[in-house]
Nanobody, 119 residues
Framework: QVQLVESGGGLVQAGGSLRLSCVAS????????MGWYRQAPGKQRELVAV???????NYADSVTGRFTISRDNANNTVYLQMNSLKPGDTAVYYC?????????????WGQGTQVTVSS
């Protein structure tokens, strides 16, 4: 079993910053992608940022230049530094890890952490 535990969410004013953390435990394969997704009320879950096994990063257009994803591979931890937050960033943020091994995808999610940005 793989467990992902997120922390760092909360209430912040527009223009402020938050740093989300996610620690993965269990049988983690080293070649994996880790990312952050978010889901606002009434909307579909969307990709925010991903840190691939190759070391590259990708961001949603809406957060590019404001958010930064990073990894601590030794501790199976991924972070999301969120700056210049906007009310539109309000959502539940989910940590994700996935990999393909022996032709099968393994995909795990955290419980989510609430981020609320006030005007």
């Amino acid at each position: 079993q793989v467990q992902l535990v997120e922390s760092g969410g909360g209430l912040v004013q527009a223009g402020g910053s938050l740093r989300l953390s996610c620690v993965a435990s269990g049988r983690i394969f080293s070649i994996n992608n880790m990312g952050w997704y978010r889901q606002a009320p009434g909307k579909q879950r969307e990709l925010v940022a991903v840190f691939t096994s190759a070391g590259s990063t990708n961001y949603a257009d809406s957060v590019t230049g404001r958010f930064t994803i990073s990894r601590d591979n030794a501790n199976n931890t991924v972070y999301l530094q969120m700056n210049s937050l906007k009310p539109g960033d309000t959502a539940v943020y989910y940590c994700n890890i996935r990999w393909i091994r022996l032709g099968a995808m393994q995909d795990y999610w955290g419980q989510g952490t609430q981020v609320t940005v006030s005007s």
